[in-house]
């Protein structure tokens, strides 16, 4: 009896890792970057498509609501609907996919919750984005567990861009345990950006 219950748990865990393989094959798949669809569709358009597709929303300029079906994206002339917002709540979007932002130059607003593929790559990758440098003015990382102190240092580089002009204008930090010397990080980009409204739950 105990050899049958040792076979089967070693099938369930074959199998677990089996599906666990499968998710993170298709997902790495969902983050893969057309760059030819970029060039016909543009930036903004192909961007979408892949949020939606990881599991993303997004929200248009000069439209209130959140888009989240990909099969209803608004259609219209090319270069018609601008990402102002990106929302990645439990959506897999990985490093891999980054390069969809390169283009976009009117995002106000990203939240990364819950992600758990966001890693500290990310978050390097992101803020060294000269589009994003100039148009981010909210963010929030949550819940993310691979993000760590050295990821969060490197948001430094969303600062002041001008003498008269601040882009990141709030953030905000929440249950994220890979994050080990808390104070110390924070305080770090209290210094870097000391304009910047940093709100933290990190205990």
């Known amino acids: 009896m105990k050899l049958l219950v040792k076979v089967l748990q070693s099938a369930m865990k074959q199998k677990e890792t089996s599906r666990r393989h499968f998710w993170g094959w298709l997902n790495a798949v969902f983050n893969k970057v057309d760059y030819e669809r970029i060039k016909a569709v543009g930036p903004d358009r192909?961007?979408?498509?892949?949020?939606?597709?990881?599991?993303?929303?997004?929200?248009?300029?000069?439209?209130?609501?959140?888009?989240?079906?990909?099969?209803?994206?608004?259609?219209?002339?090319?270069?018609?609907?601008?990402?102002?917002?990106?929302?990645?709540?439990?959506?897999?979007?990985?490093?891999?996919?980054?390069?969809?932002?390169?283009?976009?130059?009117?995002?106000?607003?990203?939240?990364?919750?819950?992600?758990?593929?966001?890693?500290?790559?990310?978050?390097?990758r992101l803020s060294s984005l000269e589009n994003l440098q100039r148009s981010l003015f909210i963010m929030e990382v949550v819940s993310c567990g691979n993000v760590t102190d050295k990821g969060l240092v490197t948001l430094h580089k969303l600062r002041l861009v001008s003498?008269?002009?601040?882009?990141?204008?709030?953030?905000?930090?929440?249950?994220?345990?890979?994050?080990?010397?808390?104070q110390t990080t924070v305080e770090r980009l209290k210094t870097a950006l000391p304009r910047l409204d940093i709100q933290v739950d990190l205990d």
């Open 163 to 182: 003498f008269f002009k601040i882009n990141l204008e709030y953030l905000f930090l929440s249950d994220l345990p890979g994050v080990k010397d808390k």
């Open 46 to 124: 192909a961007a979408s498509e892949w949020l939606l597709r990881c599991g993303a929303k997004v929200r248009f300029m000069g439209l209130d609501r959140w888009h989240g079906d990909y099969n209803a994206l608004p259609t219209g002339p090319l270069g018609r609907f601008k990402i102002q917002a990106i929302d990645a709540t439990d959506s897999c979007i990985m490093y891999r996919g980054f390069d969809h932002l390169e283009g976009l130059q009117h995002v106000e607003e990203v939240k990364l919750q819950k992600c758990i593929y966001i890693e500290d790559a990310c978050l390097e």
